[in-house]
């Protein structure tokens, strides 16, 4: 509900590395991370953020040096993260996904000179490329070994040791071990948490040229305190946060490590999304909190449909970054005995800007009430000066502590969303006579048929109410009578049964004419975006190339 939140007193605006501080002193015993059955405590983690940076430190690291990390989740990006921070470092979030053209493009415009990245031949050949032609001047080689048990670690050095990359013995290399080879004394920077920009969160790479949202140290301490105030009956000190999204991405970054270690709790880490380690990580580590993209809850739930493995343990699941479809959210619940919410957001939000309240559940269908300390205008995309009243269609705008200094070095990029102190947000919604917001689509994804608007994910809700479908996206393809028409992709749940006619019969029901898909294509898989998302890009270019044209 929302006198449950704490609104009135002022939104934190400190450093970052103050969550962690605050943590360790509290809680020096209790354990902070579990990386695949190997734990370390909180005094643990402390010690090894001040040797790390004072490594940093010694490599050059002051206030305003990009450093990137380009790893998946493992206690290397925790260490890393907090010590590049506390040297007034910048942190540069790199997806180990990305292929070389994309590292190379992100090196280039953020001006990272150091990278640290893991020793596997997945990630550390494309990192290292860079140090060649780009202004990359070293690297930090984090061993995967080094991390591990010590059964894991003679597991891993023998039978995979062709994943393990070689890495030259040279200057420009320097190893985890070498890092943290020092008397851990650091002379942590002077921030000024308003202006101190503490993170570079790229965007927008599935609708152009990414840009690097610059998350000031502000930013990120505001969004952790609104969430904290948010999320009742937590027990600092006694929660574990379960981390399978990927921590380079802003959601995770916030919501699951830097919130994780404002509770205290013990962040369980897990390096990529494998359904079966997850579901018996659940049952045997027991999370307390489990933020995810809809697509894991949809993976979830058919585990769990199977019925063998115990989710009680989970208390507050925050879904974010997608739309949660209701039926998913609905099925989750029921299935769980947890509550699911789905919170709203952007990287240019630090990201959260709106969640559902936990002890009510909130609205279906919506994505919450404005955090604390935090504005939603809903404004006419025509004349975007006018603020529409409660029920009207718009443009969201966010204000807030959450909202970016800006775009780093693309002041044109960023004065086309700043409006003053408020972001435009590219998405199209309302806001109903409580204060609820409901999301109706990305503005560019509006499929504009005979004159209409058409909404994807009207059309996109109506068919996850077919109990067959696990999974749809609906995008605009060009139609020689109307300029474009919905057409839908649709993957069935395992084991069920739906052809295209019955589909369309079913969803007769429930949708206009203009709304009715003009063609549903069945599909065993659907694309996604690299943490997972549901992506519309691929079949848009599809069907482009099909029709060798504009979709
Ligand atoms: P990103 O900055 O890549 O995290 O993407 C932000 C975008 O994700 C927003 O502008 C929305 O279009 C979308 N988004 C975030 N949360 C939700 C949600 N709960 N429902 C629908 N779309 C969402």
Redesign the pocket.
Known sequence: MLNAVERTSEIACAAVTSILDKTVAAYPGRPAMDFLGRHTSYAELGRLVAHAACGFQQLGVRKGTRVGLCLPNTPYYVICYFAVLRLGGIVVNFNPLYVEREMRHQIEDSGTTIMVTLDIRQIYPKVAAALKDTCLERIVVCPMSGILTSMKSVLFSVFKRSEVAEIPDDLRHVTFERLIANDGVVQAAAIDPLNDVAVLQY????TGVPKGAMLTHGNLTANVDQLYRWVPASQPGYERMMLVLPLF???AMTVGMNLGIAFGAELILLPRFELDQVMKYITKKRPTMFPGVPTIYTALIAAAEKGHEDLSSIKVCI??????PLEVRNRFEALTGCRLV???????TS?VATCNPLDSGGKAGS?GLPLAGTTIEVRSPQNPSHVLPAGEKGEIYVRGPQVMAGYWRKPQETAAVMDEDALR???VGYIDEEGYVF?VD?LKDVILCGGYNVYP?VVEEAIYQHPAVAEVVVIGVPDPYRGQAPKAFVRLRDGHNATVAELKEFLGEHLSRIEMPKAIELRRELPRTMVG?LSKKELVAEEQAAHGGGA
């Not at 965007?203 to 599935?206: I, K």
């Not at 879904?319 to 949660?324: I, M, Q, R, V």
């Open positions: 965007t927008g790479g599935t991405h802003v959601f879904s974010g970054g997608a739309p949660l789905e919170g709203y957001g952007l990287s240019e990201p994505v947000t590219g998405d999301l990305r994910r998302k």
